[in-house]
């Protein structure tokens, strides 16, 4: 029994992995040759939500938000299965990322802003919906969450009743996190061991609240995450005004695409494709791939196997967010950071830090979790 669960878990738990990179591609560009994803390019790209939706943006499976005027984007959890989550359609390669946001209150709901590339290099901003007084950043390089020495933690007060500005300036160089306008870490490349677990493959940006205090969550992951979600202070809501994204190209212009050279996941070896040209050595029976054709989506011949399509779990109906007009209170309805530090719920407040650390998990972990809870409910 424990073991056929087991396996079942860890076959659940690799599909949601797939599901999570999915929301682009399931090509992993470190293990086969992937299609050309689609670049940002020139310009600011501003995503205004308080306007409305977005077509820059695609909805995880199971999402759905609301729009309340000047607050803008409304992600809600309100029980056990919710995970909000959408992704740019296109990719920076080195950039800038801008959110106003407002993070979800709650034990165990995590807000994240991450920019995810499809090797999984990460550069992250989590909020725990009962630290009222941090915000945490991290980063992965090819999705390896083995080590626990890359978090940090910064003040920002309460950051679930005022909009910030969460902005990460990412270069070849650095890796800069300002709230607000002022630093408050850089990663240099070098002390990313010695640049080799730097983030450097192009990136979507992806925004998602999650739950890591489900009953079922390892303990560790439940204490990073401020405790077990109670779902009746819910529902839980993170607002997003503004999203503004720049893509650096690579320090190029008129970037279309973005072309894996080779498997190595070096920055180095991601050629930028523009206008009618391919800059990309890819062989093919006409001798190179047109960036017009692979700037769209990826194509049937990049998909899984049949086997693995069959894998992924599919959110049930109770997954699918709440009824539109559940939303029409702009309350969150949860605990109010007091701001005299007086909330007696405040385990992000009192764990040490390296407990946070210890137990950060990357987004695709989490998002994992997450459908693998779903699935086993
Ligand atoms: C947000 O912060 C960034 C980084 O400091 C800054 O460049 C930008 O102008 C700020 N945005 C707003 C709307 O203040
Ligand atoms: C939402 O709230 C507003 C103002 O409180 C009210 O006028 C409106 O009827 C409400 N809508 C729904 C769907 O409950
Ligand atoms: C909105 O939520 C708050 C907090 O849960 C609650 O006290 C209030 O009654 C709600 N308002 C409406 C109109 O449902």
New binding site residues.
């Given amino acids: 029994m424990v073991s056929s669960k087991f396996s079942a878990a860890a076959v659940a738990l690799a599909a949601a992995r797939l599901a999570v990179a999915q929301t682009h591609t399931l090509c992993s560009p470190m293990k086969k040759d992937c299609p050309d994803v689609p670049a940002f390019g020139n310009g600011e790209h501003v995503i205004d939500f308080t306007k409305g939706s977005s077509d820059e943006f695609v909805l995880a499976a199971g999402t759905t938000l609301t729009y309340d005027g000047p607050k803008g984007a409304v992600f809600t959890i309100s029980k056990e299965g919710n995970a909000p989550t959408i992704s740019s359609n296109k990719f920076l390669m080195f950039g800038s990322v801008e959110v106003i946001t407002q993070a979800a209150f709650g034990a165990g709901i995590v807000t994240s802003v991450v920019l995810q590339a499809d090797d999984l290099d990460e550069i992250d901003w989590e909020w725990i919906g009962n630290d009222y007084k941090q915000v945490q950043t991290n980063y992965f390089s090819k999705g390896d969450d083995s080590t626990f020495d890359r978090g940090g933690y910064h003040n920002v007060a309460n950051p679930q009743t005022t909009f910030n500005n969460y902005t990460i300036d990412w270069t070849k160089d650095y890796v800069r996190w300002y709230i607000n306008g002022a630093q408050v870490r850089e990663l240099k490349y070098a002390d990313a061991k010695g640049g080799k677990t730097f983030p450097q493959s192009p990136c979507q940006v992806k925004i998602g609240t999650w739950i890591a205090g489900r009953k079922d969550a390892p303990k560790g992951t439940v204490e990073w995450a401020g405790g077990y979600t109670d779902f009746a202070q819910g529902p839980f809501l993170a607002y997003y005004q503004t999203v503004k994204v720049r893509d650096y190209q690579k320090g190029e212009s008129g970037a279309k695409a973005y072309h894996y050279g080779d498997r190595s996941g070096t920055w180095e070896s991601v050629q930028v494709l523009k206008d009618g040209s391919s800059t990309g050595p890819k062989p093919s029976s006409s001798g190179t791939v047109a960036p017009s054709s692979s700037s769209s989506a990826p194509t049937s011949s990049d998909a899984p196997t049949s086997s693995a399509t069959t894998l992924q779990p599919t959110p049930s109906p109770s997954n699918t967010g709440v009824p ?2 559940a939303n ?2 702009t309350s969150t309805g949860g605990p109010r950071p007091t701001g005299t530090g007086a909330n007696p719920a405040n385990p992000g407040q009192s764990a040490p830090p390296s407990a946070g650390v210890r137990s950060a998990v990357s987004f695709a972990g989490l998002a994992a979790a997450v459908f693998l809870s779903s699935l086993l409910l």
């Fill in positions: 539109g007009g029409n209170n």
